[in-house]
């Protein structure tokens, strides 16, 4: 994982558009919020679990069919578990955990592949690729005793989508609330919501939870369509993307790879 050179972007109070060119952070969350609210009248009805959100998005069951392939994947990707940056390192605007308790490992930023993290997982990219109009994936590891304070994400007309791999052995310990809908991860059962709605998280367990992060197009009406690609082809283009792109790439040897494919020691 990499620093960017320009230390300031991603920090809170400036959004930046290139290297040299920004806008004020705070007034373009709360428009962007003020639009959420406009948008969620044309969402779907969310939050989704279980077989509600399967027949409201079938596209999805083919991460259940791969299912034993991400877990594999999954499994040699937590053997270099502390090579796994935790957020705020890869993106300094969210810091809704201290230290190192929250942990992503992204495949795909804004439909940008992260290549050098998606080798490792082979099995998982290929299931995503599946799906259409994924805008980001990633892997979500958060400790046990961890807690993700109430926050409203920004990715508005975008649909989040949780695949839960590993839960703790009393999920009901460990929960989400949406909206006023309080939800628990069970291995599999998958959850469907948007972002922009205030949620948090708490993991009141000892051990690790992990779901797999996918966002995807909403598919909204015109016009708003066009606010929402407006706003996602502006920050897909953006330094700040990029800065996110390099800070994620955390190099994990390929799954798979033959000892010829490994780099050698200096």
């Known amino acids: 994982m990499e620093t960017d050179q320009n230390s300031n972007i991603g920090q809170k109070g400036r959004f930046y558009l290139t290297k040299n060119i920004w806008v ?15 948008i969620l009248r044309r969402m779907p009805k969310l939050p989704l679990g279980g077989d509600d959100a399967l027949k409201a998005f079938p596209m999805l069951g083919e991460l259940r069919k791969s299912h034993d392939k991400i877990k594999a994947d999954l499994q040699y990707l937590l053997s270099h578990h502390e090579e796994i940056p935790a957020l705020h390192e890869v993106h300094p605007r969210d810091l809704f955990v201290a230290g ?22 082979p099995d998982t990219y290929a299931a995503i690729n599946r799906l259409p109009g994924v805008h980001t994936a990633l892997f979500s590891i958060l400790a046990g005793g961890a ?52 949620h948090w998280v708490k993991n009141q367990t000892k051990e690790t939870r992990v779901v797999l992060i ?39 040897p390929p799954r798979n790879a033959q000892p010829a494919d490994l780099p050698k020691a200096a």
């Open 147 to 198: 807690e993700i304070v109430p926050h409203r994400g920004s990715a508005a007309g975008v649909i989040r989508f949780h695949y839960p791999l590993i839960v703790p052995s009393e999920p009901e310990k460990c929960w989400i609330e949406i909206g006023g809908h309080h939800f628990y991860w069970q291995e599999g059962v998958p959850l469907v919501f948007d972002d922009t709605r205030e």
């Open 24 to 38: 004020p952070q705070e007034p373009i969350e709360n428009l962007n919020l003020k639009m959420s609210d406009m």
């Open 214 to 252: 996918i966002d995807f197009n909403a598919n909204m009406p015109f016009p708003v369509n066009l606010y929402t690609a407006l706003r996602y082809n502006l920050i897909r283009h953006s330094t700040e993307v990029k800065a996110v792109q390099e800070r994620a790439s955390i190099g994990v």
């Open 100 to 121: 190192r308790a929250w942990r992503t490992f992204m495949l795909k930023i804004m439909g940008h592949e992260i290549t050098e993290n998606t080798a490792a997982v």
